[in-house]
């Protein structure tokens, strides 16, 4: 029987491991690669929608006032814009490997596409881009609720509660219907 569960245990685990192993290899390559490909009116600005958005914007607000001042309440002292606290939900990829981030990434660009999309080096080649299947199968998530529930959580000082509906209309970036 306590075998049995070991056995169980170790296939877990490395299940776990094989799966982070795996995202692990997808690397952020940043905005600007993304906006080559999707920022005609055309198939809908993706990139124009999403400059107009507080995403775009989430790490500049780090070095406002009232960015001190959530800072102090939250007990930072140091630069909000370089406390792990602040910069886990105001930036991209925070936290993750230094290796997986291509030259072109910056993280002066806030909460980008891959923030909800998922690190894009191996899905933005064009023809993996245009099979939506292959392209899911190479790191690209559709986001639903759950992937914004990872920063719009009550860990952010400044909570408002989220309601993904209300919410998704604020940052939505349709292509235009064929
Ligand atoms: C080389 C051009 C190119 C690049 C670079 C590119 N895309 Fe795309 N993307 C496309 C094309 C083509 C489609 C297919 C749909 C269309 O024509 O709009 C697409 C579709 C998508 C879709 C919708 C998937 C679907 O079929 O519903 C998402 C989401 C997306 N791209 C995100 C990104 C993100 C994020 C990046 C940067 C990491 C990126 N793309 C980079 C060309 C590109
Ligand atoms: C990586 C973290 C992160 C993810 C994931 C994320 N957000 Fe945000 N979001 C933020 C931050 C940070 C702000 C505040 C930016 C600022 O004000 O500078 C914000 C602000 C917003 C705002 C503006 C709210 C206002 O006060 O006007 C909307 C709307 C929003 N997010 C919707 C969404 C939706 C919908 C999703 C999921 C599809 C999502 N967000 C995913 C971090 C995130
Ligand atoms: C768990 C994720 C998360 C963490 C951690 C976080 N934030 Fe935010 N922050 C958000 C989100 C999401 C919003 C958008 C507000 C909303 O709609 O809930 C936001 C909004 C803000 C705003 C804009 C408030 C406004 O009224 O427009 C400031 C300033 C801010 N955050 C500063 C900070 C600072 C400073 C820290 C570190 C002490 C921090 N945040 C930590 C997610 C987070
Ligand atoms: C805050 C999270 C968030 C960010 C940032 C974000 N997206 Fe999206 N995106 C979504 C969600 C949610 C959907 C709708 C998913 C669905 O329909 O299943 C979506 C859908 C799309 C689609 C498909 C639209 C359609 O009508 O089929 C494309 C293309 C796309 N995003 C590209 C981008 C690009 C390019 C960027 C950066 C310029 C970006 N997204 C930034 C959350 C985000």
Redesign the pocket.
């Known amino acids: 029987m306590a075998k049995k569960l070991v056995v169980v245990a170790t296939v877990s685990v490395l299940a776990a491991a094989g799966l982070l192993f795996a995202e692990a290899n997808h690397k952020y390559v940043g905005?600007k690669k993304?906006?080559m490909c999707?920022k005609s009116e055309s198939k809908?600005n993706?990139?124009g929608q999403?400059l107009s958005t507080k995403?775009a914007k989430a790490y500049e607000t780090l070095a406002t006032p009232a960015a001190q001042e959530t800072g102090q309440k939250a007990g930072v002292t140091g630069n909000p814009q370089e406390a792990p606290q602040c910069l886990k939900c105001h930036i991209t990829g925070y936290g993750q490997d230094a290796s997986l981030f291509e030259a072109g990434f910056a993280k002066v660009d806030g909460?980008?596409?891959e923030?909800?999309?998922g690190a894009g080096s191996d899905y933005m080649p064009i023809a993996v881009m245009k099979d939506k299947a292959k392209a899911i199968e190479a790191g690209l998530i559709?986001?639903?609720k759950e992937?914004?529930v990872k920063c719009h959580n009550s860990e952010s000082p400044n909570f408002q509660g989220f309601d993904f509906d209300s919410y998704?209309k604020k940052?939505a970036?349709?292509?235009p219907k064929a």
């Open positions: 905005i993304c906006s999707h809908g993706q990139y999403w995403h909460v980008q596409c923030s909800c999309h559709m986001p639903a992937g914004c998704f940052i970036h349709p292509r």
